[in-house]
Each structure stands twice: as C-alpha cells, then as structure tokens.
C-alpha cells in the first residue's frame, strides 16, 4: 500500500473553493497528528494546517477562516477544504504525519497541484 495518496487539487478561480483528499496507510496515519503542507514554485515546502487524533486543528495564519482540515480515522483519511482561494495559495499541496522539522520526513506522496488564477 503506498503510504501517503492526495487527490482533489486542480484549477480555480480566485474566490473558489476545493476539496483536497489524502489516503494513507494506517502505520502512517493511525494515531498521528496529521498535516496538510504545501510547495510554490520557488519556494520551501511549508506546513498549513494540521488536527491531532482527537480532532484538535490549527493553521497558519494566512489560511485561518479560508481553510478547513478535517480527519476520517476510520477510513485513514486527512481533509483540507479550501475556499475563498487566493492566487497565493497556488502549490503543490502534500500531506503527511506533522513535524516541527519538515525535513525530517523522510516519505512524501506525489501531491496534487492547486492553481489560482483566472
């Protein structure tokens, strides 16, 4: 089982909205607190969004009141709902285990790229 499978990104118009799905495996998942980080062009991967096993979030501060990170422990499913998109959020957005040091996640998924842009 490959561990870390995101899905749902694509073209948007600012304004819009997306719902990004990860399913991952359930040695990477259960139990974990799960994060939601991204890549633009240029630039370091970042964290966004992360929810602890009990469902506690919290974001980054330019996401807060736009972004939405839900989990489905039954399903070793991680959410991010995005709205109000901003050509800003424009990246490949990735999702993973959460770690105060991002290089020290050794595994990534392909990601799925968002694009903000009219």
């Known amino acids: 089982q490959v561990p870390l499978v995101e899905s749902g990104g694509g073209l948007v118009q600012p304004g819009g909205s997306l719902r990004l799905s990860c399913a991952a495996s359930g040695d990477v998942f259960s139990g974990f607190t799960m994060a939601w980080y991204r890549q633009a062009p240029g630039k370091q991967r970042e964290l966004v969004a992360t929810?602890?096993?009990?469902?506690?979030?919290n974001y980054v501060t330019s996401v807060k009141g736009r972004f939405t990170i839900s989990r489905d422990n039954a399903k070793n499913t991680v959410y991010l709902q995005m709205s109000s998109l901003k050509p800003d959020d424009t990246a490949v957005y990735y999702c993973?285990?959460?770690?105060?040091?991002?290089?020290?996640?050794?595994?990534w998924g392909q990601g799925t790229q968002v694009t903000v842009s009219s």
């Open positions: 929810i602890t096993n009990g469902g506690t979030t």
């Open positions: 993973n285990q959460y770690h105060p040091l991002i290089a020290s996640l050794n595994y």
